[in-house]
Nanobody, 118 residues
């Protein structure tokens, strides 16, 4: 199983970006998918998570600005980020919780850099 993230880049404050993360491999189903972010020297934080049924949860500081969604048929999760702030600058990592052979595994994407700066 591999996760391929894309969509990061440089954006001005107030702008928008959309991150995508596609899972590939021997996948029958995916439980949770989501995004973490990390700034060098700081702890990683969970930004948003979405269940297979579409239930979502967000970091308080991004509520109302970020929207997580997924396409189960494509094993893909998205993060629409609007009204971006400089403090959103970080490396964003996607993850997927996948059951295989009776065990649940966490898989991670390679990280995509989001820079919010004027």
């Amino acid at each position: 199983v591999q996760l391929q993230a894309s969509g990061g880049g440089l954006v001005q404050p107030g702008g928008s970006l959309r991150l995508s993360c596609a899972a590939s491999g021997s996948i029958v189903s995916i439980n949770y998918m989501g995004w973490y972010r990390q700034v060098p020297g700081k702890q990683r934080e969970l930004v948003a998570v979405i269940s297979s049924g579409g239930n979502t949860n967000y970091l308080n500081s991004v509520k109302g600005r970020f929207t997580i969604s997924r396409e189960n048929a494509k094993n893909t999760v998205y993060l629409q980020m609007d009204s971006l702030k400089p403090e959103d600058t970080a490396v964003y990592y996607c993850f997927a919780q996948i059951p295989l052979g009776g065990t649940i595994y966490d898989y991670w994407g390679q990280g995509t850099l989001v820079t919010v700066s004027s």
